[in-house]
């Protein structure tokens, strides 16, 4: 898997470091800030509630703000690998493993997870909008905000009317979204109708096609019966947890493995890997759920999550609609104890957010949440650690425009060993219409516009993308601009840049929708249309030089080429094909491997074969 990688020291022993990776699970360059502390595994929870008494959980028909789980892309996060806050969107997220086996080509790794974006505003025709918990793979079917880290999918149902002067109705399946084991999801263009109207049928299949995430999966069949990641593993239904189906939601564990040697495993308590071993087994009794696994002595090791139940009532005050909150029993996790005997226990508020950890070292780290003006989104706004003796807090102001869709969030850490406090401003856009990207990133500035550094960023995004302007894939990194010292207003300083082109191609699909006017769709031969996406492959990294005010001259160009660009049945393009005339799925999805690398000096003219052409 190729990597890029920014790595700047913080400024004046500052503990926040700043890391743009294009990293192995979600393979898209993304800005990376992280607070290093010397703590062991951290856990947190949630739970919610809804005052109509909703029973059931809501599969997603979009990932948005309020329900982007894992780290998110071309974002930023405070805290250790254990527990972070999201600062785009203010979610906790907390990871704690369990197990991790080598085994056949593929490890088995099993643990459980804490993510705090699972909330979804509905809008039911015919019904107020309410508040509701996403459906999810909780721990057991009452569970809250915590998860296995196993994979699982989603997808919505729904029925279609005729209609005035039509006969007849229809069935549609849509909002297909694969959630992998780092908690990132995928959403995939898969989707079909069919139905009548006066006894003439009609219907449309997308059964296959890229994540729009731009990040190489690839899905096929709706219910994702498999999706294949840009290393051609395939992942299948497989496991068990506290997710199921429902009348209008699909819900499915994925967690059979393969890889492209035929090497299977089932990630999931009581199966076995890819040797035949059955790495971590299950046990619930009342409000216990016993994990158990094996040392590399063979001992017997026990992890045990300790339930309860709490009441859960939401005040998001909604601006823009008369919104019903929720308010409901749910279970949560009170504390983990693990091998050793040490625990971990959780305290909660009346939303269900996590507001303490404890630890065993006998410190804790404690979160502060408020919602947002409009009430649309609840985010952490401080985050204190304390070791057992001393307390540092970060905290997170944010800023949103009137006029807008940009906003800031303004991080303020704990004062360095010199007891100056320094102030991060992270500026954020929703430049794909659907969830923020990172614009810039400034430290200390001062009252007049000047500070010593910053960084600035640029994307491809839709529907900058001609030929194909109906493009809606997540937005592209095009460039990181870097400016040292500058000037009253950002003005001047000393200014370098890096550029990147993409791979590109063309996938087929149907752009039909026959749920409000079946009586047009009935008897039609429809025609399929080419979206152009990426795999999100880096083909090209261009240098500059530092230069006053500018970007000096070009220094350096990285060219690489891919499997799926030299040899037949990788990727998306069947043999003989240009790549942007890809159709389906015809190989072995491995879209990740670089086979060729040529670095240039910047007096080379190099010609890209990515979104730099359109």
């Known amino acids: 898997m190729t990597r890029l990688r920014l790595n700047e020291s913080a400024l004046n022993a500052r503990a926040n470091s700043i890391l743009l990776e294009r990293s192995d699970s979600a393979r898209n360059l993304y800005h990376h800030g992280v607070i290093h502390l010397c703590f062991a595994v951290i856990l947190c929870t949630i739970v919610f509630s809804d005052n109509r008494l909703f029973a059931q959980d809501s599969a997603p028909s979009e990932v948005s703000i309020t329900n982007r789980t894992g780290d998110v892309p071309y974002s930023a996060q405070i805290g250790t690998q254990f527990e972070h806050v999201e600062l785009s969107s203010g979610n906790l997220i907390v990871t704690i493993p369990f197990l991790h086996l080598p085994g056949r080509r593929m490890s088995f790794d099993y643990g459980i997870r804490y993510d705090a974006a699972y909330w979804l505003l509905i809008n039911t025709p015919g019904v107020s909008q309410y508040w509701n918990v996403e459906m999810r793979n909780w721990l057991t079917a009452s569970t809250l905000g915590w998860t296995s880290t196993q994979p699982y999918s989603t997808s919505t149902t729904a029925t279609m009317a005729g209609g005035t002067g039509c006969q007849g109705s229809g069935t549609r399946q849509d909002s297909e979204i694969f959630t992998d084991s780092e908690g990132t999801k995928h959403v995939f263009p898969i989707n079909y109708q069919s139905g009548s109207c006066q006894d003439v049928g009609f219907s449309f299949y997308n059964q296959q096609g890229p994540s729009i995430n731009q990040d190489g999966f690839w899905g096929t069949g709706y219910g994702n019966s498999t999706v294949i990641g ?66 590399s002595s063979g001992n017997q090791q026990k992890y045990t999550v300790n339930l309860e139940s709490i009441a859960v009532s939401t005040h998001f005050d909604y601006t823009y609609a008369q919104v019903s909150e929720y308010n409901a029993t749910r279970t949560t996790v009170a504390s983990v104890v693990l091998p050793n005997g040490q625990s971990y226990g959780f305290t909660y508020d009346s939303y269900g957010d996590i507001t303490e950890i404890t630890l065993p070292t006998g410190g804790y780290v404690s979160y502060v949440w408020e919602n947002t003006p409009d009430g649309s989104l609840r985010h952490v706004a401080s985050r204190t650690v304390n070791d057992g003796n001393t307390s ?79 493009f809606t894939g997540t937005a592209l990194l095009k460039s990181i601009t870097t400016t040292l010292n500058a000037g009253s207003g950002g003005s001047g300083g000393t200014v370098s840049q890096k550029q990147y082109d993409y791979d590109v191609f063309a996938f087929e699909r149907y752009d039909v929708d026959c749920s409000k006017n079946l009586e047009a769709c009935a008897g039609q031969t429809f025609t399929p249309e080419f979206d152009a996406i990426s795999a999100g492959d880096v083909t090209a990294i261009r240098e500059y030089s530092a230069g006053t005010g500018a970007p000096g001259a070009l220094v350096r160009q990285t060219i690489r080429t891919y499997l799926q660009d030299t040899t037949s049945g990788y990727g998306m393009t069947p043999a003989g ?36 052409q359109f």
């Open 577 to 612: 094909l240009n790549p942007l005339k890809r159709v389906k799925y015809t190989g072995v999805n491995i879209v990740d491997r670089v086979v060729d690398e040529v670095v240039y000096d910047g007096s080379v003219t190099c010609t890209g074969t990515g979104f730099d």
């Open 392 to 470: 540092s807090t970060w905290t997170m102001a944010y800023t949103y425009s009137q006029s807008s869709s940009n906003y800031t969030v303004t991080l303020t850490s704990p004062a360095d060993p010199q007891g100056t406090v320094h102030n991060t401003v992270y500026s954020f856009s929703y430049l794909d219409g659907i969830t923020p990207q990172i614009t810039g990133i400034v430290y200390d500035p001062q009252s007049n516009g000047s500070f010593v550094k910053g960084y600035s960023m640029t994307y491809y995004q839709s529907p900058s993308f001609p030929p194909y302007p109906e």
């Open 230 to 295: 840009p290393d051609g593993t395939q992942y299948s239904a497989g496991g068990t947890s506290g997710g199921s189906s429902t009348t209008t939601n699909v819900f499915a564990d994925m967690a059979t493995m393969t890889d492209t040697r035929g090497n299977t495993q089932v990630v999931s308590p009581g199966h076995t890997d890819t040797v035949g071993r059955t790495p971590i087994t299950e046990s619930t009794n009342g409000n216990q759920m016993v994990y158990t696994v094996y040392d």
